[in-house]
């Protein structure tokens, strides 16, 4: 059997950086970080004051009153990621076949807040058992996609994926492997995440795994630095509409690039420290590429996982550096996480398109915050430090990794 | 309009989303106020928080209008 090929045809977002694709994009290129003091609760007792929240953010200015007590703030940011993507790809929802189009969506956690404040209820209200009806399904991570495709009446494959930090990563590859072995004809997949809460930061907090950089917010996520000291939380939302080439050109859409690739491996090693020599994810770039053949040689750019951690971005730019040889040094590497924080399990989602955009831009958003690179780190790797690079982006990969060991690639192609 | 009447109603407008003058005794919860199986039960539960009553299941699933929860509510409120 053939395989089809697989494009991406629209775009949307919500983001620390903006509540479009185009404010992220513009803001990525000029090294904004969106980092600021935490405003959705009181941080005043914990380690960490900050997080890369999504700004000025108004339910009802997207949901009715009575939608949103029915969405976890992680399936409003589904929701509205979703629409913007489906609004982008142009796409007819009266005129596509329904049951070939699916959604598949990431999200490491769920509804963190609501699972919060349901067993607040029940412990402050005299251990009676008076759970909301909506609890769980406004709680269990798979409503996501449920909901979305409610919303446009999507009746082909419909799932969630968890995978932590790797979760929306591992939803765009299967919503990849599914169009080319021909079960559906289109996807929304992408993720979203919302665990800038008490029980979010704090338990994050716990594994010593959030940067404590409280005086400053904005510097506080600097991959590859000298003085990182962890990551910083975000949250939001991206969608992607993966679509059959075949179908998008009949539908004369516009076509932003291929994906020509996606990797799945673990690390098989610890439940939250990287393998030290970065093997799982030398494995699942090196599995990503071999999709389609790609030769090291024609990548142009890698978007790290770069979390901002002392161990995981050591250990990522080891395997890097294993697979790819020579050609390490001459692509652009980036940490985009130390502008928009790191989205757990929408994180892949947002770096993905920080892939399509570079590959349609011809430009390489920076790593910012980089003062003094850590004497670990190779200092011939171009990691594009503190400014965003002109390049022509013909192949761009991007690699997410996910507690539990979990690593996930995909890797996107410019249309010839 | 009683306490009892007026505080179902508080509770109705809030939890559907719904405009205080279209809850009038004979509107139905699901086909005329837009409320689905879990609107329902969640309405069953506010007013028994609010009036600090326990609703049996199969006292509940008799309760189909506004008026059904304000005579409910008057006859079984402590």
Known sequence: MELKRVVVTGLGAITPLGGSVDELWNNLVNGVSGAAPITRFDATNFKTKFACEVKNYNPTDFFDRKEVKKLDLFAQFAMIAAEQAIQDSGLNLETIDQDMAGVIWGAGIGGLQTFQEEVKG???GGAIPRFSPFFIPKMIADIAPGHISIKYGFRGPNFGVVSACASSTNAIADAYNLIRLGKANIFITGGSEAGVNEAGVGGFNALQA??????DPQTASRPFDKDRDGFVIGEGGAAIILEEYEHAVKRGAKIYCEMIGAGMSADAYHLTAPHPEGLGAANVMKSALQDNNTPVEAVDYVNVHGTSTPLGD???????????????????????????????GATGAVEAIACILAIQNGIIPPTINNFELDPEIDPKLNLTLNKAQKRDVNVALSNTFGFGGH?????????? | ?????????????????????EVTPQASFTND?????????ELIMEFEKEFNIAIPDDQAEKIGTVGDAINYITENAK
Do not use: C, P, W
Request: aromatic share 4%; net charge positive.
């Open chain 1, 122 to 124: 029940y412990v402050n």
């Open chain 1, 210 to 215: 959030l940067s404590t950089r409280n005086d």
């Open chain 1, 314 to 344: 050591v250990a990522e730019l080891k395997a890097i550096q294993k697979l790819f040889g020579e050609q390490a040094y001459k692509m652009n590497i980036s940490s985009t996480k130390s502008m928009t924080g790191h989205l757990l």
């Open chain 2, 33 to 41: 106020l837009g409320a689905d199986s879990l609107d329902t039960v």
């Open chain 1, 407 to 416: 690593n996930a690639s995909v890797v996107f192609k410019k249309m010839n």
């Open chain 2, 1 to 21: 309009m009683s306490d009892v009447a007026s505080r179902v109603k508080a509770i109705i407008v809030d939890k559907l989303g719904v405009d205080e003058n």
